[in-house]
C-alpha cells in the first residue's frame, strides 16, 4: 500500500501563486508516476498534472495549461505542483495521486492510491 501526504493548500489571492507538495511513502513501485487531480463540490475530479518518474514526461490539464509545472525529487519521493497566475476557478481540494505507471491518459478512475487532499482557495 502507498500512502500520499500533500502540504501547501490555503488561501491566495488571485494572480498570485502556490506550491504544493506530495511526499508519497510505502510500497511504491520502481517507475511510479505522481499527478494532480482537484475538485469541487459536485464535480468529477478533474485532472490537473502528471509526471513519469524520470520527470521527463509530463502532462497537463487543459485549464491549467501555461501556467502550472510539475516536478519531482524521488531522493525524497516527493512531487511538487506550482500554480501560477491564480484564477478564482482554480479554487478546489487539490489531490495528490499515485499510480505505478505512466501513461498520457489519466482519469479518476486509474489511479491506484489517492491523498486526503488539500484545500486551495483563490480570492478575487
Known amino acids: 500500500q502507498v500512502q500520499l501526504r500533500e502540504s501547501g493548500g490555503g488561501l491566495v489571492q488571485a494572480g498570485g501563486s502556490l506550491r504544493l507538495s506530495c511526499e508519497a511513502s510505502?510500497?511504491?513501485?520502481?517507475?511510479?508516476?505522481m499527478a494532480w487531480f482537484r475538485q469541487v463540490a459536485g464535480i468529477e475530479r478533474e485532472f490537473v498534472a502528471a509526471a513519469s518518474y524520470s520527470g521527463r514526461s509530463k502532462s497537463f490539464g487543459d485549464s491549467v495549461k501555461g501556467r502550472s509545472t510539475i516536478s519531482r525529487d524521488n531522493a525524497k519521493n516527493t512531487a511538487y505542483l506550482q500554480l501560477n497566475s491564480l484564477k478564482p476557478e482554480d479554487t478546489g481540494i487539490y489531490f495528490c495521486?499515485?499510480?505505478?505507471?505512466?501513461?498520457?491518459?489519466?482519469?479518476?478512475?486509474?489511479?491506484?492510491?489517492w491523498g486526503e487532499g488539500t484545500l486551495v482557495t483563490v480570492s478575487s
Open positions: 495521486a499515485y499510480r505505478s505507471y505512466y501513461s498520457n491518459n489519466w482519469s479518476p478512475q486509474s489511479i491506484d492510491n
Open positions: 510505502g510500497r511504491t513501485s520502481v517507475t511510479y508516476a
